[in-house]
């Protein structure tokens, strides 16, 4: 009998985490499957406990509610990781919904292919109208992932979000948990947690599969595709990407990748040349690339200059 885990770490969202957790309750199991479902509470001012206690009285397989006092879901992550009992430890988001058959197919996959991790596929549920400014050079926040239609073994250049990825126990002695000093530690948008893990994995050797069978939904709220959010978005991932650059040695002297100086130097002189254009979509695209450049080249500059603080660790 295998059992998997599905887990959700959870920050301040308790209705949209009661859907989550519903999703989770309603999966169907084949024969010698079963599942365990796994909140964990990162210090939420909410309803979350409450929500959580009424989905157990109603749910055919058992909920735990674990709390991890150390904000940032990087913490929250690792203590999934510890908490689980599961020979597989599945992560859902708590603003997205598993398909009723997520979790037969992620079991599936790691059976049939002796993976470490495996990855899915992620859609996004639109609960608003997309803008007509999103075009789809800027689907970035709204997290989806498709590798096509077939399950395929990964070689290094996709990485998977833990809106929809599952690690084998067996395999974090020798690969690891979560990097905790990256990922969301508040409201802002920095992150990174799972891209880093994906990138370690692979680079050690661990066996990444991606499962198109095993599909989560992606809530798109009104509040996420709005222009405020869109520039905090985009400042905060370059935030996270600059921090985690590989760092070599001819950064000391250059700061940034020359490549990236040449992205830079492009992005400031597009956003120039839009003013005054009267497009206003075009403008709105250019400053949010500005200000992706904009926010790498600062956070560089922090690690460049040896700051103790740099502008990533300061985000909350």
Known sequence: MSQISGVVCT???????????????????????TLEIVVIDNNSTDHTPRIVQEAEKASRWPIRYVPEPVQGVGHARNRAL?????????????DALAEPTWAEAIARCFHDTGADLVGGKVEPLWLTER?????????????AVDFGPQRKRCAGGETFLTTNCALRRASLG???????????????????????????WLARGA??????????????????VTPEFYRRWFEDI??????????????????????????????????????????DAGRFRAQLWWLFERSFLRERMDHWLGKRRCRFADAE
């Open 207 to 224: 066996h990444v599969v991606y499962e198109p069978a095993a599909v989560v939904k992606h809530k798109v709220e009104a509040a996420r």
């Open 238 to 279: 370059g935030y996270t990407q600059a921090h985690q650059l590989t760092e070599k040695w001819h950064y000391r002297l250059s700061v940034l990748p020359a490549w990236r100086w040449k992205t830079l130097l492009a992005a400031g002189a597009q956003y120039a040349s839009t003013r005054g254009r009267g497009d």
């Open 131 to 143: 803008p007509g400014w999103l075009s789809d050079e800027l689907m970035g926040p709204i997290m």
């Open 82 to 94: 510890k908490s689980a009992r599961g020979e597989y430890i599945a992560f859902v988001d708590d």
């Open 11 to 33: 920050y301040n969202r308790c209705e949209s985490l009661r859907e989550t957790v519903a999703s989770l309750t309603a999966q169907r199991l084949g024969e010698g499957l």
């Open 174 to 200: 020798r690969y690891g948990g979560f990097d905790a000093s990256l990922g969301r530690r508040g409201r802002r948008w920095i992150g990174g947690e799972d891209v880093e893990l994906c990138r370690r």
